[in-house]
């Protein structure tokens, strides 16, 4: 019975988890879907250079005015040898936001600036909008998920484990059956022995005795 208590008290504490993480992930989902891309921006135009951090993340968004595919952008870094693309175009209905299209993003590996081309005035947003805007807490609720999951494989593991046990439980009580039945007496020597029987002469005595 220990055994599949502690089955019970794990799956309950697993469930929780996973509603937990469900709370927050829609928590953070609500919250990335009121970003204000106007207000986060850090680069509105058609052209121009825009700042990026190293190793930062950012996306590119249009007025909903026009569709992605009316969009041409490029944002690339110059030298006199060469010239390096970053933008990569991805017409993703799922990000976009109030009022904006999203048409794409892009990467950078240095801390400097990027020249900036587009056919359609763009507005670029930092991705760290989103973690700071809700994508923490979406991001909170992996571990609580993944907790949940690993405790409902636990629990279920226990409580088949336990429900084994119980089906082959044995009381450990021994039931002896009597060597002679009273109701059946027991014949020695010619004479008729009451098993159990007070008062009953032992059947050496009744052979012993002088006639």
Known sequence: MGARRNGFVILGISVLSIVVSIAIFAYGSLQIAEIDVEEEAIFTGRNGVVSVEEY????????????????EVSIYDEDDSWVWEYFF??????????GWIYVGYFTSDFEGSLNVEANRQISIIDDVTYFDGGGGAMFLSLPFCCLGLIGLIIAITVLITSKGQDSGFNSGIIIIQPASDPENPI?????????????????????SKPE
Do not use: I, R
């Open 56 to 71: 930062g993340g950012y996306s590119v968004f249009v007025v909903s005015d026009y569709t992605c595919d009316e969009v």
């Open 89 to 98: 175009k991805d017409c993703d209905a799922y990000l976009n936001e109030d």
């Open 187 to 207: 014949s020695l020597n010619g004479e008729t022995v009451q098993a159990g029987a007070e008062g009953t002469s032992e059947w050496w005595d009744a052979s």
